[in-house]
């Protein structure tokens, strides 16, 4: 019973072109989402987050979508950079979770030169 | 300086074997989880406590018991292990239980053989 799901195991873009991930969710009762990126051997870190109560995030380069009617998210990254290449979560949260996070399975980014 | 880090890193047992995790955050934080990604990438909620007491504990075997001797300090505990058991498991933490920007440990990818 996977809630949060990356359709999109792996992504491959120019650099400096845009990369978009992107995640849907099945429970309506989430209320917080998350964007996390792991490099090899190494653990999550958190990127970006959104609430619930917004359809538009932006940090930088990074740029969270919510479209709630359609339980959808993407995350945009412009201009991608060949450091970007890593694994990116989606995650979601709601207070029925007890606030744990749930995870998709992760989308492989890999920018190239 | 590492916020979260974990001991050991890589880990490799016999079936049968009891094995514990160790995790300890200097970020202050009150909360501390455990993740296991398995094989399939997934990476899943096992437990969380908020100021040395559980409050989330999803469906995992009675073979895996935290313990958290105080606030900085969340242990895995794992009895008889079995292959299934092999994964990669993460620590976390956050400022508290509603904090959702979780801070993850390196992993400890235990091998059960």
């Known amino acids: 019973d996977q809630q949060v799901k990356q359709n999109s195991p792996s992504l491959s873009v120019q650099e400096g072109r845009i990369s978009i991930l992107n995640c849907d969710y099945t429970n309506s009762m989430f209320d917080y989402f998350l964007w996390y990126k792991k490099y090899p051997a190494e653990g999550p870190t958190f990127l970006i987050s959104i609430s619930s109560i917004k359809d538009k995030n932006e940090d930088g380069r990074f740029t969270v979508f919510l479209n709630k009617s359609a339980k959808h998210l993407s995350l945009h990254i412009v201009p991608s950079q060949p450091g970007d290449s890593a694994v990116y979560f989606c995650?979601?949260?709601?207070?029925?979770?007890?606030?744990?996070?749930?995870f998709g399975k992760g989308t492989s980014l890999l920018v190239t030169p | 300086d590492t916020a979260v880090s974990q001991t050991p890193k890589y880990l490799v047992t016999q079936m049968g074997n009891d094995k514990s995790i160790k995790c300890e955050q200097n970020l202050g934080h009150d909360t501390m989880y455990w993740y296991k990604q398995d094989s399939k990438k997934f990476l899943k909620i096992m437990f969380s406590y908020n100021n040395k007491e559980l409050i989330i504990n999803e469906t995992v075997p009675n073979r895996f018991s935290p313990k958290s001797p105080d606030k900085a300090h969340l242990n895995l505990h794992i009895n008889s292990l079995e292959l299934g058991d092999s994964a990669v498991y993460f620590c976390a933490s956050s400022l508290n239980a509603g904090g959702l920007e979780q801070y993850f440990g390196p992993g400890t990818r235990l091998t059960v053989t």
């Open positions: 995650a979601a949260s709601g207070t029925n979770s007890g606030y744990a996070l749930n």
